[in-house]
Every structure is written in C-alpha cells, then in structure tokens.
C-alpha cells in the first residue's frame, strides 16, 4: 500500500493489519501510552472544504504520535489564487513525509499522489472516504468481535460513504446491501467491484428489502447544497421513504447497530429520535477516526517510505502485535489445558521450551489475526526457525503479508 486513495487500495490482509493496529493504539492511548511513531515525521493536512472530525482527529493524532501536523486551507495557499496542482504537490513533496487531502474530485487526489511522490491519503473526495469507511469497520469490529458474514446495510446518496462502505465491507468478508433512490447509484466501477462478489452484494431501490436482516444499518448526508437551492429542494423530494426511523429499522435485526459518518442532519437521513438512540455507536465510530487514522499513518509512513525511523516505527507495531498474538494464544491454550483440551501440543509453558513447535505456534498465533492457512504458510516459508525468536518469526510473517 502506498497510498490510501480509496478502499480498493487494501487488500483484505491490509485492511484487517490496519484495524489490529488501530485497536491497539486505542488501547495505549486508553492506557496513557503513546510511542512516538512519527517523530522527525512531517504531514500536510490540505483542506478544500470544511471540517470538524477529519481535521481535528489529524492534527491531534499526528500530535500524538510526536510528528508535525500541518493544517492548510487550500483557498490560504497559492494554489487558492491560481498556482497549478502539478507545482504545489511537487513542492510539498520536499517538504513532507505525508500528505492528507479533502477535497472534491478523486482525480486530483491522484495527481497530488503521483506528482509529490509521498504518501497520499483521502480525507474525503466526491467519489470515496475511506477513513471514515475504516472507523466505521474498527466500531463494528469492536462491537460485534468480527466482521465477516455480517450484514452491512447502507441507505444513501450513492456517492463517497456508499462506494467506500461498499468495497470496505465486501472485502471485510461482509454481505453488503445498498438502498438508494433512483438516480443515486453508486459509482460504476464500485458496482463492478462489487459485482464479483456475487450474491454478497445488494443493490436495491426498497428500503426494507435492503433493510432485511440487516446487523448494522448505515447511513449519511445527503443534503449538503445551501438550503433552498433548487437541488437542494429536489434532494428532500427524491430521498422522500429513505429517513432511517425506528420503522424502517423494523426490518433490520432487533439489535442492529446504526451508523453515521456525520456531520447529522436530523429530519433528513435519519429522525432525531434513532440518531439520539444509536448515539452511543455513532460517537464511539467518530472517535475511532482518530485511532485508525493513526494506525493508518503508522502503517503507511513505515511501508512507503524505507528509511531507517520509519522502519523502526514498523518494527515496533509489528512487535506489538506479535507480542498480543502471543498473549492470546497463551491465554488460549490455557483455557484449553484447563479443559482437558490440547489443540496445539504442549500448551502455553511449552512454548519457549520445544524450540521445534514454533512454527505451529506462529500459524496459531496468525490464525488469531484471520489469516489464512494459505497465506500463512506462504509468509512462514523459509524462516529460519531455529534462529529466530517465535516473536521475530511471527513479525516477519506480518511484514510479508503486507506487501
Ligand atoms: N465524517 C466526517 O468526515 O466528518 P467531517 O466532515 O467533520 O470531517
């Protein structure tokens, strides 16, 4: 991963390593920990439009993690007054480490990517928002212990949330559903995406029949033109029976989480009656913004960039990982053992005693993370065993999977 421009730039391994890494910066940052991962790190937070969650979560997380977090108004730069993308990217390309960009189209976003020749990351285009998309996978991750075989169910404009909701929960392993009005698909090349999925994706114009079963119901604005306009007036006419109410949540399941990006426009897409209701869930998914956003920086400034620091900073997330993986299988064999149980042979005080079983110690350990047995065995292909610490065999494997 280079960059993260959209959803479809992860791979399912990438997706799932990020929101490991986001969990546990939550759970140092909960702790009164924080590693400072982007020390001598510098970020440019460039904002076209207006923002409260993604600039904020930004600027304190780069704080956080010891970088430099620049915040800049387009319109306040040169850029503002005519200076061309192509010159601007290709000066703050010396100057920064990373680059976050909210703005309009995708295509920009891209050049600024290809011309700065340093990590890019979307904070919201017309076309995606995955950083939203992954707060909103860490929230339900977080709440439901999985995200696999779920149903995700989004009611919306067809644009930025839905296409990255779409992609980010089809590759989670989730059944995804989709209710928009007619004339608000979601983009093309989205729906092609996700048309390889086959009968995991849904796409309908009926509210309660994308709504059917549904374990999490999301939904977003869809009314951002000034009020009055005369789009804005023929949105609160086309999107007339796609208001999330306690009715229509009737038809998900009785427990259904509901989800929303904000900023919230009660009466619109959601009455303020659910939104008060689901706000413990929707207030926990706009704080997670700041923690897998952080997880983002971690995971993309140590991959991308191949000096020294920043593999250190890659070390040290692989490290803890490992050493969490570890915690979990030892926690597991326990449990086992306690049970009469020995799913792997030896159980946990064995560990560091039958140098020979590391290597069924690292695939459990990876198999607690949701890889696959293929994969796993791919990464732990010729490591050296022997040598290597069950840590190190565990964190090699981590960094193979990535690429
Ligand atoms: N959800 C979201 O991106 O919020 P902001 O527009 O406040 O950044």
Known sequence: MKNLLKMSDLSPAELTHILDVADQLKADCKAGRTAPLLAGKSVALLFSKASTRTRTSFEVGVYQMGGLGNYMNTAELQAGRGEPLRDTARVLGRYYDCAVWRTYRQRDLEELAELSGIPVINGLTDYAHPCQVLADLMTIRERRGTLAGLKLCFVGDGSNMANSLIVGGLLAGMQVSCVCPPGYRPAADVLMFAHKYGNAFHLTTDPAEGLR????????????????????????????????????????????????????????????????????????????????????????????????KALTAANGIGKKIAQRVILELKDKLAREEALGGTSVKGGAPAMAAVPHSKKNEAQSALAVLGYGSAEIAAALKDIDMEALTLEDIIRQALKRMMK
Do not use: M, Y
């Open 213 to 308: 079963d549904a374990d999490i119901v999301a939904t977003a604005a869809w009314n951002t033109t000034a009020p009055g306009t005369a789009e804005s007036e023929q949105r609160l006419r086309d999107f007339v029976g796609f208001q999330l109410t306690g009715r229509l949540l009737e038809n998900a399941k009785p427990d259904a989480l509901v989800l929303h990006c904000l900023p919230a426009h009660r009466g619109e897409e959601i009455s303020t009656a659910l939104f008060e209701q689901h706000a413990d869930e929707i207030f926990d998914e706009a704080e997670n913004r700041l923690h897998v956003q952080k997880a983002v920086l971690a995971v993309l400034l140590a991959v991308v960039t191949e000096d020294e």
